[in-house]
């Protein structure tokens, strides 16, 4: 088994996976309950090291994000829950081994909170905005695998008309900088 092998990429869809090199890849749904089950299963399954979650995402609009702009999280915040944090958790950090990795893979990259929802333009205190990135983290994070998200930027959180997202560009920058990302995880876990 390559060392590539104990990395597991995980996309809602599979047009935000590289093309797999080495690497396991899940296509684990949209919004937080499915990627929430899927990536369960698969580390029940799979027993990875690491989880790189990555996808496209809205920006805000006074972020000054462009399209295909990559952006590491440096946490993800759930934003559809309202209890205390002693019930349930609403904010996870990534992995800090995998956070210094995705930053040498991508020095150019923003680095910022990634709010989950699971409508559209339902979270609030992010700059961008995704569906699954909480999910994957939190049941990554139950089952003790460090586990870090990855996003492009295909649209404005407020621009309602998805004719001017930009998903092409998104999803040519994501699956562009997947084996990059993959590779310095394997470094990280080879370190560690």
Excluded: K
């Excluded at 093309?19 to 990536?39: K, M, N, S």
């Excluded at 699971?118 to 700059?127: K, V």
């Excluded at 998903?167 to 080879?190: Q, S």
């Amino acid at each position: 088994m390559s060392d590539r092998a104990h990395v597991l990429v995980i996309a809602a869809t599979p047009r935000e996976l590289a093309r797999a090199d080495g690497w396991r890849t899940l296509a684990c749904g949209v919004g937080p309950v499915e990627a929430a089950i899927a990536t369960s299963a698969a580390i029940a399954r799979h027993a990875p090291r690491a989880i790189l979650h990555v996808g496209i995402a809205g920006a805000r609009r006074a972020s000054g994000m462009a399209p295909a702009a990559v952006v590491i999280g440096n946490a993800a915040r759930y934003c559809d829950l309202s209890v205390a944090p002693e019930w349930a958790p609403s904010l996870i950090t990534p992995d800090a081994m995998l956070l210094r990795a995705a930053q040498r893979a991508l020095p150019a990259a923003a680095l910022c909170c990634i709010g989950t929802s699971a409508r559209i333009g339902g979270t609030s205190g992010c700059d961008v905005e995704a569906m699954e990135g909480f999910a994957v983290l939190r049941a990554a994070e139950v089952a003790g695998i460090p586990a870090i998200e990855v996003r492009s930027i295909s649209n404005e959180i407020e621009e309602q008309d998805r004719t001017r997202w930009h998903f092409e560009h998104a999803f040519a920058a994501i699956t562009a900088v997947t084996p990059a990302l993959v590779d310095e995880i394997v470094r990280g876990l080879a370190d560690a």
